[in-house]
Every structure is written in C-alpha cells, then in structure tokens.
C-alpha cells in the first residue's frame, strides 16, 4: 500500500524519483527502493508525509482520508 500511494502522490505531482529523494534527503536509489516496496524508517516516513502534505495513516494503508488532522 505505502509504495503504491508514494508512487501515485509522486506522478500526480509530475516528480521524478530523484527530485522527492533530494527533497526527503534520501539517496536515489533508497527513494527507488520505498516504491519497489521497501518499508522506510520511521524519520523517512515522517519526511515523506510531510513532503506530500498527507497523513502517515494514509500513506499506510490505514485510512482513505489523505488530509492531515489538525
């Protein structure tokens, strides 16, 4: 679930792999490897959600609601 959605919020966006990983601070190829299904640390995941503006729960799989709870 999680490298199917960063993979969705990254094509909707027109990014390419190596642009979220420069923004996450992440190598390239560490970045290729969470949308091949690699499941990140939790410092990358909280990155990541950041990043996208979207909840963790989301990117998990937990819920459909993509909007961080404020």
Do not use: N
């Not at 999680?2 to 996450?24: C, D, H, M, N, P």
């Amino acid at each position: 679930m999680f490298s199917e959605r960063i993979r969705i919020l990254r094509k909707e966006r027109g990014l390419t792999q190596v642009e979220v990983a420069k923004a996450v601070e992440m190598s390239a190829r560490g970045y290729q490897d969470l949308e091949l299904g690699v499941m990140p640390r939790s410092d990358k995941l909280l990155a990541i959600a950041e990043f996208y503006q979207v909840s963790i729960d989301w990117l998990m799989g937990r819920t459909d609601q993509r909007e961080i709870s404020r």
